[in-house]
């Protein structure tokens, strides 16, 4: 699973701050998840690829002027991540939900093409612990 995933490539694009490229990875492997698992969207590892797409999504979105989305994709977020806290398959989630923790606030009253709330926009690196 680990190795299928690439999570150190994930963290790389994470902790660049390149959140569309998160976005488009994640989205590569959910959807081969999907459509391979007999779960399907309800297969763990595809719901937290999705988790994470959410997270991801949500950073993004707040940087490039779409606060709404950033809004709703962060609340997307933290109803799916807590579930895989503290560490799922080598990732730790804790830091992508202190950060969501520490936006979804700010975004509250912004209007929907404001600038984003966080200037710079700080967020927590993404953690990749392998298993052997």
Same mark, same amino acid.
């Given at each position: 699973?680990?190795?299928?995933?690439?999570?150190?490539?994930?963290?790389? $694009?994470?902790?660049?701050?390149?959140?569309?490229?998160?976005?488009?990875?994640?989205?590569?492997?959910?959807?081969?998840?999907?459509?391979?698992? /007999?779960?399907?969207?309800?297969?763990?590892?595809?719901?937290? $690829?999705?988790?994470?797409?959410?997270?991801?999504?949500?950073?993004?979105?707040?940087?490039?002027?779409?606060?709404?989305?950033?809004?709703?994709?962060?609340?997307?977020?933290?109803?799916? $991540?807590?579930?895989?806290?503290?560490?799922?398959?080598?990732?730790?989630?804790? /830091?992508?939900?202190?950060?969501?923790?520490?936006?979804?606030?700010?975004?509250?009253?912004?209007?929907?093409?404001?600038?984003? /709330?966080?200037?710079?926009?700080?967020?927590?690196? $993404?953690?990749?612990?392998?298993?052997?």
């Amino acid at each position: 699973m680990n190795h299928e995933f690439a999570w150190d490539e994930l963290e790389l $694009l994470w902790n660049a701050n390149n959140f569309g490229a998160v976005h488009d990875w994640l989205g590569e492997r959910w959807n081969h998840l999907i459509q391979s698992r /007999p779960a399907g969207q309800e297969d763990a590892d595809a719901l937290f $690829l999705q988790g994470l797409a959410f997270a991801a999504l949500a950073f993004h979105f707040t940087q490039n002027h779409n606060q709404d989305g950033a809004a709703l994709l962060a609340d997307d977020a933290l109803a799916v $991540l807590p579930q895989f806290v503290p560490v799922y398959r080598g990732m730790n989630v804790v /830091p992508v939900l202190e950060t969501l923790d520490a936006l979804r606030p700010l975004l509250v009253g912004l209007e929907r093409e404001a600038d984003c /709330p966080m200037q710079p926009f700080v967020f927590n690196k $993404l953690k990749y612990q392998a298993i052997h």
